[in-house]
C-alpha cells in the first residue's frame, strides 16, 4: 500500500484532481533557461498549478520517494549547468550588440535583470518539493517494476537499465488504483517531460503497453506542466 487508509480518506475528501511528478519535470524548473525547449507558457502553466495546489487546495501533488531521491542526486550539476548556460547566453548577447553595434546599431544592451534567474528558478522548485505529498516506496512495487523491467514493458526498453523509472510508474499507478478505489473521481496526472521513455519513438503518441496501464487506472499523462493543465481544466 502507498498511502494508509485515513490519508486517503482525506485526498478524496478535498475533491480535487491529482499531479504526480516525475524528476525530469520537477529538474525542469531549474535547468538551463537558454534551451529551445523552454517557453513562456509552460512557464506559467507551471507557476498556475503551483498556485492552485498551494493555499487553495485545487490540487494535490504527489511526489515518489525514488523521485525525492533523484532529486537529491541531481540538483547540483542541474543548477552548475543552468548558471553556465545563462553565462554563455548573455556572452552571446554581448557579443552580438558589441559587433551590431560596430555596423552602426544603436542603443543599449541590458541583461541584468537575468541576475539571480537560478536562484529564483530553485525557490520555485522548492515550493513544489514543499507541497508535494511523499508516495513511500514499498517492495509491491519494486516487484512489479522489476517484472515491468524483465517483460519489458514501457518505460522499460531491452538492453536499458530501466528500473528507476519503472519504480516511479508503479508507485504512482499503486497509487492511482488505490485513490480510485476510495473514491475519488477528479483528473489524475502523470507528468514527465521525458518523452523518449514515454512516446513511442519518433512519435508523440504514448506506446499500447503504457496507454493501457493507465487507462486501467482513469490516469492521464502530460510531457508538461502546460500539457496538465490542460488535462485538469484549470
Known amino acids: 500500500m502507498s498511502l494508509p487508509d485515513a490519508e486517503l480518506s482525506r485526498i478524496v475528501a478535498l475533491d480535487a484532481p491529482v499531479l504526480c511528478v516525475d524528476t525530469c519535470t520537477l529538474l525542469d524548473v531549474v535547468r538551463d533557461i537558454a534551451r529551445e525547449t523552454v517557453v513562456l507558457s509552460d512557464a506559467k502553466a507551471g507557476l ?43 556572452s552571446q548577447a554581448q557579443r552580438i550588440h ?45 516487484s512489479r517494476a522489476f517484472k515491468r523491467v524483465n517483460e519489458p514493458r514501457t518505460p522499460a526498453r531491452r538492453g536499458k537499465e530501466s528500473m528507476k523509472d519503472c519504480v516511479i510508474v508503479e508507485a504512482y499507478l499503486e497509487l492511482a488504483r488505490q485513490l480510485r478505489s476510495a473514491g475519488a473521481t477528479k483528473p489524475i496526472v502523470f507528468a514527465s517531460s521525458n518523452t523518449k521513455e514515454y512516446f513511442e519513438a519518433n512519435t508523440r503518441h504514448l506506446p499500447a503497453d503504457f496507454a493501457s496501464d493507465l487507462d486501467q487506472v482513469d490516469m492521464g499523462y502530460a510531457p508538461n506542466f502546460g500539457a496538465a493543465q490542460h488535462l485538469f481544466g484549470v
Not at 108 to 131: M, P, Y
Open 48 to 90: 498556475a498549478l503551483l498556485a492552485a495546489a498551494e493555499g487553495r487546495a485545487e490540487l494535490v501533488v504527489f511526489m515518489a520517494e525514488q523521485v525525492a531521491i533523484e532529486l537529491s542526486s541531481h540538483i547540483d550539476a542541474i543548477i552548475d549547468e543552468a548558471l553556465r548556460g545563462l553565462e554563455r547566453f548573455r
Open 98 to 142: 558589441d559587433v551590431a553595434t560596430a555596423y552602426g546599431a544603436q542603443g543599449n544592451l541590458c541583461t541584468e535583470h537575468l541576475d539571480g534567474h537560478v536562484s529564483r528558478a530553485q525557490d520555485i522548485l522548492d515550493r513544489w518539493k514543499n507541497i508535494a505529498s511523499v508516495v513511500p516506496h514499498n517492495d509491491g512495487v519494486s
